[in-house]
């Protein structure tokens, strides 16, 4: 029984009542009946609704057919490469004629059984060498990106690229090969020029679709301290573009002069990752860091692809788990590699226009897919369908403590966010207090540090009326930081 | 919509976090009447100078803290912590539950004294550093510590001197 279930031809729940598969099989008979359809295929369509309402009409034939479905639904599950456990904030949407928000946990693992090897890793370190970065930056940059690239793997990858106007591979992954040529070649790494973070990238994808490695990790990091100007849609293109090839891309960002929301955007749309480092000193263990991750990858290019019911609209998709980042709310959502030994957690935060008729409403159909690394191939999907009773009395059970404890630090961002909107359009006061009150509640979860930025940054406000470049991203970071996992468990 | 019970947001229907001030929402309901007004809590009492004896029922509050000495109950309602301490001039943080009314100053409070934590199992009670110290039932509290306390204990901030008043158990 390959293709949609029965129920999904009439458009109906499965709890659907005799009155609704009625109402939804004249709905989907009166669009694919012979006297009118026009396309073709619809009269074979017409033939499967057809049958689709005699069997679920008969309850002995429902019966029968639930169990069938719910056997081949098992059988499809488990041979799915990922499981998924679905988290919904309430169990039941109210009958109101007003929209409602609603939350719902994805946590995607992998199953059992998977191949278990180290992935081959194919890396490119696309460093801006920028006239900005010259002395202690880049001697640091250059030593961790040697430090890595002593380091490889027989069947690992990796190359350089650095870029200030324009483009050039410094170290090719024949040279990365032979740390001795890498040194040489990166001793030739010299500061000076301007910063196009286009032409970075773009040599850098270059390079990793040159030696992309289908069972293996494919991967950009990206280091800059400076701003792109001009050049911002250039970036976004490449940045989906790498996501749709499977490349991931993290940027770091050094100092305070970086250009954060790019940086956080063309990482979101990879399901890639930011990190701010206010100085340079972390950068090797930082990258190294980053390249421990990639060998203990057993999926990459994980997504999220389906849709939403018309009645429902993604208002943020927060990636909780492993790195805490807001993501694209478009399907589909990339969400970046899957750990081995853990998890992709995502909160999805949607509205739900009025559903004042419905008993059930289908949230969404939505298909876990990834590539399984050392399968070298496309892993077998997930299929998931998320739905949720409609009634009209609200639930009493508080919302589940995971999403809780997740919003409350995600309010805490998009309060840090606010003010930052704020501050830009020049409502100073607004954001100081806005700010003020960030600080009380930061204090208030044991954040003594973030709390003091928050206090300094809102004094700064009411002297001068803008935030820090410094402060700004402190404070952004700082708050997105308090979802890793071993921070909000230690609470 | 629903109504943020600190700061009169509005928000949709199963809103967990206000959007303006972050206040947790989840013990508000969409029903009104039910909703704690802002004037309610920033006076911190419910209705008409309650009797003692019945103020706990006739404020309706579920889970408070009755300030000794007076009449009133502060309630505890919609956040899973609050910051006790007093207000002065120029001080950009500001407790969550300000004392200065109740001669907090007088009575040795500090800025930021302790805190009340609720969590799903038990209210908690954690002294951060206060100058004068926090104690439960005449029993010094070790900083930073979080103590689990219940309806009727008395919790001492210098001086000062409140109630726990919980409903639930």
Partial sequence: MPGQSYYALLGVPRSA????????????????????????????RFLEVQQAYETLIDPDRRAAYDVELAEEEARLASRSSFRCHVLQSRKNLLQLDEPQVHYILFEISPATGLPDVRPPVNLTIVIDRSTSM?????????????????????????????????????????????????RARLSLLQAGGGTEIAQGIE??????????????????????????????DACRALANHAAGMG??????GIGSEWGDNLMDEIAGKTGGNVVFLDSPHAISDLLQGIFDTLTHVVASRVRIEGSVSVAVDVRSVFRLEPEPMPLGDALPFFLGHLPRDGAIRLLVEAVVQPVSDLKELVL??????????????????????????????????????????????????????????????????????????????????????????????ADRLNHTRKL??????MLKYGTRALLLPAKSSAR | MIECPTCSNQEFVGTLYCGECGTRLVHTSPLKGVVATREAVSQGVFGDAPHPDTAELQSGVLLGLRVLGTDEILPLIGRENYTLGRSGEGQAVIPDIDLSQYSAFESGVSRIHSEIRLTEENVAVVDLDSANGTLVNNARLDPQKATPIHHGDIIQLGQLRLQLISRYH
Avoid: W
């Avoid at chain 1, 609704?20 to 073709?40: M, S």
């Avoid at chain 1, 490349?247 to 770091?252: D, E, K, P, Q, T």
């Avoid at chain 1, 003010?419 to 954001?431: C, F």
């Fill in chain 1, 17 to 44: 009542s005799v009155e609704e598969l009625r109402r939804g099989y004249r709905e989907a008979a009166l669009e694919l009946h012979p006297d009118t359809n026009r396309r073709p295929g619809d009269t074979e």
């Fill in chain 1, 134 to 182: 010259r002395g202690q930056r880049l001697d640091l940059v250059r030593s961790a990106a040697l430090s890595i690239i002593s380091n490889l793997e027989p069947g690992d990858s990796a190359s350089v690229v650095a870029f200030s106007d324009r483009a050039e591979v410094f170290v090719s992954p024949d040279q990365a090969r032979d740390p001795s040529v890498a």
């Fill in chain 1, 203 to 232: 040599a850098g994808l270059g390079e990793l679709k040159h030696n992309f490695s289908r069972d293996g990790v494919n991967q950009m990091i990206l280091l800059t301290d400076g701003r792109t100007y001009g050049d911002e």
């Fill in chain 1, 247 to 252: 490349i991931a891309i993290n940027c770091v």
């Fill in chain 1, 364 to 457: 969404g159909q939505f298909t876990v897919n990834g590539d399984i690394l050392g399968q070298g191939s496309e892993a077998t999907g997930l299929p998931l369908q998320v739905s949720i009773p409609v009634t009209l009395d609200p639930d009493p059970t508080p919302p589940p403590e995971d999403i809780v404890s997740a919003l409350s630090f995600i309010s805490l961002y998009r309060m840090q966010e606010k003010a930052r909107i704020e501050a830009g359009l020049g409502e100073a006061l607004q954001a100081a207090r806005r700010l003020e009150n960030l600080a009380t509640q930061l204090l208030a979860t044991g954040e003594r540090d973030l709390a003091k930025a928050a206090l300094s940054e």
């Fill in chain 1, 468 to 473: 820090s470049t410094e402060g700004e991203k």
